[in-house]
């Protein structure tokens, strides 16, 4: 047996990376493939710091994910790019004092450096960033398909405005009043013309379609709670001077205990309703509230502030006259911008009602302390509809509303259209010329890309008015209907927008006569599989689909719902804190991949834990991947040149543990089990090296296996035992069931000494791995999910109890 050479990561991942290359390796046929899978991640934003660890870390795991596929036989199309255009770009430019249009280009150098680096199976043939006019001409294009269709429409609204980035900034940007981005800076509302998209027009299809969507429960509960379906009805109070005002309630059945409304001081009916003698209180109220941000209104926890209008509305169930007020925790964005207030059943509407001494009137007995909140009583003070449930009297009482004209029953949405408007530089324009005698018209599709101009001068400024303006040679412009003199758009999209729409453009990159290729696009999409962050679960991931439903709906495309399967990954954090700049814990993982191998620093990370949950990232776990793969190199270099005594076969307890290892590693690869699936290989390598089962037999099907998540090394050894061909074209093993039972145990799982489930493990089984594997078990989980567990009782290979 000649001596095994020594295992050098770094001369090894060079020259497979350089092979893949050569060999287009990653590159597959995408107008004739036989199994079409299309692995998609998240794009990166392509900072100035280059990727950090937890990039890498999703990117490894979604690679890791695409080679499995490849290995059962799909044609696997792994696409990259970069999400370049934004606000953070554009501020860390001003910061250093470049323009972006220079700035962007070298990060996306550093990125590309890095991706390669860690040896991704990426079809660079098909990269693309959002700010190359060859696809933002096309981000361009779908804007004009919207507005053709009535889809993206123009209004003045109330936004959050960050003084320091000088530009609108999203509701889920700011935090208790501050921005996000300037924890010092004080986010005040403005009103501006905006640009909007009406993805409220699909709020219904956008949540019944989460039923269908194989994504995890959390991410379609965070996109349920954020469309935010109310059943309920709209009432209408009127007012001795003809005026009508609607509210919108989800609790019809309080309506006898309304004692006062409260319209948003920005309601169209203010000016109208207010005396003559309240007139001057009200609009100094109106000035103070147009300085908070929108966000602190809706957060309701300080003082309640108003002013009485001076008039009255009658309600429609008592025929009462009740007192208008105008107040700040009513949002013109939310429902009609009025409310009919009952203090004695909601906790905003007491503290307002006890602050101005207003009425409380119980409707609703629940023998709890007002005010009383919950739908479990029966009504009193409620006429005829005394000693009704609230859920029949809510019935009853529209229905006797809507026979008097005075309601009807409704179901409303929490989504706001989409402001897509940026005051800023670096993004691109929107596509839209304002003529006063046409008023906004679609550049024309044969002049798009409408091209971002390079400009020194982009720095904002307090206006609301974007730095494009002040360039006039690029912001006049004739009337493409009536050849008048015009004004370019001067607002440029969110990079939301961009975002939204990338991986419909990956498989046709070459095309720059169509945003996508028809056929292409048929054979490859809907996407497959996406693996991206719990960040982007909300506003991401429902601006996709929107877009996607709206180009279905207007016959681009062929489907609905860009993404039938998504899965997302855990967080990685160092110190037991998320990373951050700020925090100075942020991983950069050039210096680690130099020292140990892109194939150890990817194993490493996938070990950490769960990969849907995440890990604490530590230095010292590395170390033991590196032996693992050393262990593996010495038992493929002894299987390519074997011991003139080695018998046929495999010893019987490596052939069990072989099997019982494909059926483990498959499973997990599978369900992105990715420690357990690496813990498994371990297992089976170290038992090779006692039982002496080093033979081809033994090893290949354990290259095969490690190739997704460590492709350099296995790429080698596979070559050091004469395959010609790349590991990648061999076949996923299979197992042979009765081999891979064999040795298995059932464990009994109860839950305070109650049978709950069965699980099915390897004789020897660690309590740690049956603690895990009975807490995914969803006939076990649902008796323990909210409660502390504890103690846990294991009798090994026999029976787990939780006691919660």
């Not at 870390?57 to 695409?66: C, P, S």
């Not at 419909?504 to 720059?512: A, G, K, N, V």
């Amino acid at each position: 047996m000649s001596s095994v050479p020594p295992y050098d990561p770094r001369a090894v991942e060079a020259k497979w990376q350089a092979r893949w290359a050569g060999d287009h390796t990653n590159e597959p046929d995408l107008d004739r493939p036989r199994r079409p899978f299309y692995n998609l991640m998240m794009f990166p934003y392509p900072s100035a710091e280059g990727l950090h660890v937890g990039n890498m870390f999703a990117f490894t795991g979604a690679d890791i994910y695409g080679r499995f596929k490849r290995l059962q036989g799909y044609d696997v199309f792994e696409p990259i790019g970069f999400d370049a255009f934004g606000i953070h770009s554009e501020n860390y430019a001003l910061q250093v004092g470049t323009n972006p249009a220079r700035l962007i280009p070298k990060n996306i150098e550093t990125f590309r450096r890095q991706l390669r680096r860690f040896g991704g199976m990426f079809d660079w043939r098909h990269e693309l960033s959002t700010t190359d006019p060859r696809y933002y001409k096309w981000t361009q294009w779908i804007f004009l398909q919207l507005f053709k269709a009535g889809l993206a429409f123009r209004k003045k609204a109330a936004v959050n405005w960050c003084p320091k980035d000088m530009s609108v900034v999203a509701n889920e940007q700011v935090i208790n009043g501050y921005c996000e981005r300037h924890p010092d800076t004080k986010v005040e509302q403005r009103f501006l013309e905006q640009w909007f998209f009406a993805i409220t027009k699909y709020a219904a299809r956008l949540l019944d379609n989460l039923d269908r969507v194989d994504w995890s429960e959390s991410t379609r509960t965070l996109q349920r709670n954020w469309i935010g379906r109310s059943e309920g009805a709209e009432l209408v109070f009127t007012t001795a001077g003809g005026a009508n005002i609607a509210v919108f309630t989800t609790r019809p059945d309080t309506v006898f205990g309304a004692t006062y409304l409260v319209l948003a001081p920005e309601h169209p009916l203010v000016d109208q309703l207010t005396a003559q003698e309240q007139r001057s209180a009200v609009n100094a109220y109106r000035r103070e509230v147009q300085a908070k941000d929108i966000v602190s209104r809706k957060v309701g926890d300080k003082a309640k502030t108003g002013v009485f209008l001076g008039s009255y509305a009658r309600n429609p169930a008592t025929e009462e006259a009740i007192p208008i007020w105008v107040a700040d925790y009513v949002l013109m964005e939310y429902g009609t911008g009025a409310i009919m207030a009952v203090p004695a059943h909601d906790r905003r509407d007491f503290e307002f009602a006890t602050q101005f001494k207003l009425p409380i009137r119980e409707v609703v007995h629940t023998g709890e302390p007002l005010p009383s909140v919950a739908e479990a009583g029966v009504l009193v003070h409620s006429g005829e509809f005394d000693g009704l449930s609230c859920p029949e009297a809510q019935r009853r009482i529209v229905g006797w509303l809507q026979a008097k004209g005075l309601g009807t029953p409704q179901v409303q949405y929490r989504l706001h259209d989409w402001c897509i408007s940026r005051q800023r530089y670096w993004g691109p324009p929107i596509p839209i010329i304002h003529c006063d005698r046409c008023g906004p018209v679609g550049v024309p599709e044969e002049d798009l890309p409408v091209e971002l101009p390079f400009i020194e001068d982009f720095r904002p400024d307090a206006s609301g008015v974007s730095p494009l303006a002040r360039h006039k040679e690029w912001y006049f412009v004739k009337c493409p209907q009536c050849g008048a003199q015009g004004r370019r758009e001067t607002d440029v999209s969110d990079t939301f927008l961009d975002s939204a729409w990338y991986f419909l453009r990956y498989p046709s990159t070459e095309f720059d006569d169509r945003p996508w290729d028809p056929a292409r696009t048929t054979t490859w999409l809907p996407v497959s599989t996406y693996i991206g962050g719990n960040e982007h679960a909300v506003l991401h991931l429902l601006y996709s689909r929107f877009v996607t439903m709206a180009l279905e709906e207007l016959g681009h495309l062929h489907f609905e719902e860009p993404f039938p399967k998504l899965r997302a990954h855990g967080l990685i954090i160092k110190d037991g804190a998320k990373m951050s700049k700020s925090r100075g814990n942020v991983v950069i993982p050039d210096a680690y991949i130099q020292k140990w191998g892109a194939d150890t620093f990817r194993m490493y990370l996938m070990f950490l834990g769960p990969f849907q949950e995440g890990g604490d990232f530590r230095d010292e776990g590395i170390t033991g991947i590196r032996r693992f793969l050393e262990k593996v190199w010495t038992l493929a270099h002894e299987a390519a040149t074997p011991a003139p005594d080695a018998g046929p076969g495999l010893p019987e307890a490596v052939q069990r543990k072989l099997h019982q290892t494909i059926r483990k590693v498959t499973a997990d690869t599978e369900s992105l089990d990715y420690n357990t699936a690496i813990a498994a290989m371990m297992e089976y390598v170290n038992l090779v090296r006692e039982q002496g089962g080093g033979s081809r037999d033994g090893v290949e099907p354990l290259l095969v296996m490690l190739a997704p998540y460590a492709p350099h090394v296995a790429e080698e050894l596979w070559s050091a035992l004469e395959h010609d061909r790349s590991v990648f074209q061999a076949s996923w093993p299979s197992y042979d069931a009765g081999l891979a039972a064999a040795g298995d145990v059932e464990i009994v799982v109860q839950v305070n000494g109650k049978v709950r489930g069965r699980l099915t493990v390897s004789r020897g089984a660690s309590e740690a791995e049956v603690v895990e594997l009975a807490l995914r078990d969803e006939s076990v989980r649902k008796f323990v999910d909210g409660k502390p567990v504890r103690k846990t009782i294991y009798v090994q290979d026999r029976l787990l109890n939780f006691v919660v």
